[in-house]
């Protein structure tokens, strides 16, 4: 089974603070992929990687910036939180192209900023 | 624009029934739709994926059709169990040269004793 792990379940941070997001997967896939949830939308791409040191915006990635060191690790950084940026943070990895194959998810990592 | 709509919005069923998730997409050119499960505080899991030449696919109680003419897909849950109590997403990815994936908002569905 694919495990993909998303190290903080739940933080609360305080405006302006710099917030670290990781996500671990198992599986030797080259695709990573961080979401943000809130409620009555659907999941947005924030930014997304092809290979080890390699990142594509997606769809919303003010405010955001990402880092790949390793091709198992993929890191979500929000510089300077805000309120706005209260959410749920999903990870997800695709093992090589995105049509046709699953795509799977961490558990979740939610965010309050206060 | 690509968009996914999915409707209704909340769904409460009594345990045992049947209901029906409809999801409506303009997503081109089409790839693949999928449907998700994701439990309250959990990730999204994988229900069914189907691509435009697929027009039905189980997976036990969890029944996905696709008519790709008319851009509708539809989660069927037979005799439904509490644990069957989530949101479900359908998700359309496009046929790009890169990375287009589009995500409906959700039904929120409670299925209770």
């Known amino acids: 089974d694919v495990k993909v792990t998303q190290s903080s379940r739940y933080l609360v941070k305080r405006t302006g603070e710099k917030v670290f997001l990781e996500c671990v997967q198992d599986m030797d896939h080259e695709n990573m992929f961080w979401y943000r949830q809130d409620p009555g939308l659907g999941l947005r791409l924030i930014y997304f990687?092809?290979?080890?040191?390699?990142?594509e915006k997606g769809d919303i990635p003010e405010g955001y910036s990402v880092s790949r060191e390793k091709k198992e690790r993929f890191s979500l950084i929000l510089e300077s939180a805000s309120t706005n940026q209260t959410s749920m943070y999903l990870c997800a990895t695709i093992p090589d192209s995105h049509s046709g194959n699953t795509i799977y998810f961490g558990e979740g990592s939610w965010l309050t900023v206060v | 624009k690509n968009q996914v709509e999915q409707s209704p919005q909340s769904l409460i069923i009594l345990e045992g029934k049947n209901c029906t998730l409809q999801?409506?997409?303009?997503?081109?050119?089409?790839?693949?739709l999928r449907w998700y499960k994701q439990d309250t505080g959990r990730g999204p899991v994988s229900l069914t994926i189907m691509t435009f030449s697929e027009n039905t696919k189980s997976n036990g109680r969890y029944t996905a059709t696709l008519d790709a003419d008319t851009k509708q897909s539809s989660l069927h849950i037979t005799a439904s169990q509490l644990s069957d109590s989530a949101s479900y997403i359908c998700v359309v990815s496009a046929r790009t040269g890169g990375f287009k994936t589009i995500f409906g908002a959700g039904t929120r569905l409670f299925v209770k004793a």
């Open positions: 999801c409506n997409y303009t997503v081109s050119p089409f790839s693949n």
């Open positions: 990687s092809y290979d080890v040191k390699m990142k």
